[in-house]
């Protein structure tokens, strides 16, 4: 018997030599994939079908509708754990444009105990997305279409998803040409990036602004960043302590942390803080807020008088355009680094961090931007 990741490599492998060709016969079944698949406001239920269909792949026995242990029949099973353990790193491997977390997290499938029956009410929206759903898994359980055909075809439709997306954003890149171009002010690149963190779920922008600004002058500080961690990871999970984590030269012990905010930074956050580095045995030299809101006096007060309490770790809190102005000015030589640097951290997040269309909006402006009204 194969490996659960065995059989996601097998489908992956007929799903990219086949990628123009549907693997499901049914126009109904066909069109209820591509509902799923393309549902932008909703990535959860493909998630769930496509652990729910790799289970039933990997033991034929089960069915797909009860992806629950504790429905306590011998044709039950653990959705979350195929989910977790192998469609996780499935889908961050070749990455899909699909949600990073589990399905079985969302309110529609958290807690509960019972077959996932068509007619079932599930709260969530757009309805519609969990009536196809509880359709697609009742079609496998009544042997309309196979559990490895209707898998197949889901990563089939992702993986022509990816590289739909991918040649909109390489039109868009073939039009960037900075050749014969007067280079973007330091000014001008402030209001692009003040447009671009206006977009709609730009809360990862913050991270990569100031990731930019070192990565375009790391050979000018003595200083580099750490890889960054994934978006929706919890600072408990991956051991870091911020954002963006800052070290010497040459030096793997971090000095330097930024924490980003997309709302007030609050003396709560502060104390947060003081806990994250009172655990470690890192000297941590600087932490650093960026907010893209207010900074209240009394929080950016409190925050100075850290230094005494922490023995020499000094708070700071910046707002977040403030301090790419500043950066750009200081290093103005560096400006277009910046920009390109951005921009690469931009379009390799993936579409769960950032999104296709925040990456096409950036892409956008900085075209207008450069065209300068031409």
């Known amino acids: 018997m194969k490996t659960p990741d065995e059989i996601l490599n097998d489908i992956l492998r007929q799903a990219s030599n086949n990628i123009e060709r549907s693997f499901i016969d049914n126009d109904d079944i066909r069109s209820r994939v591509e509902h799923v698949c393309r549902e932008k406001s909703n990535r959860a239920c493909a998630r769930l079908i496509m652990a729910c269909m790799l289970a039933k ?15 306590g029949t011998n044709d039950s099973f653990s959705g979350r754990s195929y989910d977790e353990d192998y469609i996780t790193r499935f889908i961050h ?23 996932l029956k068509t007619g079932l009410k599930l709260s969530g929206r757009p309805s519609s997305i969990y009536e196809d759903t509880l359709q697609l898994l009742d079609d496998v359980h009544q042997n309309k279409v196979t559990a490895d055909n209707l898998l197949t075809e889901m990563v089939r439709v992702l993986l022509l998803m990816q590289k739909q997306h991918q040649d909109r954003l390489n039109s868009l890149l073939a039009e960037l040409s900075t050749e014969n171009t007067l280079p973007l002010s330091a000014e001008e690149i402030v209001a692009l990036i003040e447009q671009h963190l ?9 991270v990569l ?16 960043i750490l890889p960054l961690q994934s978006h929706n990871a919890a600072d408990k999970q991956t051991g870091s302590l911020g954002d963006v984590e800052v070290c010497l030269e040459n030096d793997k012990r971090v000095v330097t942390v930024y924490e980003m905010k997309m709302k007030k930074v609050t003396i709560d956050d502060i104390n947060r803080a003081i806990e994250k580095i009172s655990s470690t045995s890192e000297r941590i030299h600087n932490y650093i807020f ?8 009394d929080v950016k007060l409190y925050a100075e008088k850290c230094y005494e309490k922490t023995e020499g770790t000094e708070f700071h809190i910046f707002d977040c355009i403030s301090f ?23 379009l390799g997040e993936p579409d769960s961090a950032v999104s296709q269309p925040l990456k096409e909006v950036f892409l956008a402006l900085r075209l207008v931007a450069q065209s300068r009204g031409e």
């Open 198 to 206: 206006k977009c709609k779920n730009s809360s990862r922008l913050p």
């Open 93 to 115: 491997e070749n990455r899909l444009p699909l949600n990073p977390t589990t399905a079985f997290l969302t309110p529609a499938f958290r807690n509960l105990n019972r077959e």
């Open 57 to 71: 792949i990997h033991k034929p026995s089960v069915d797909p509708r009860k992806p629950y242990t504790e429905i």
């Open 324 to 346: 790419l102005r500043h950066f750009l000015h200081f290093f103005h030589r560096s400006r277009e680094r910046f920009l390109d640097a951005y921009q690469n951290l931009v």
């Open 209 to 224: 602004i100031v990731a930019a600004a070192y990565n375009s002058v790391e050979d000018k500080l003595g200083e580099r």
């Open 290 to 297: 960026i907010t893209t809101d207010v900074i209240s006096d």
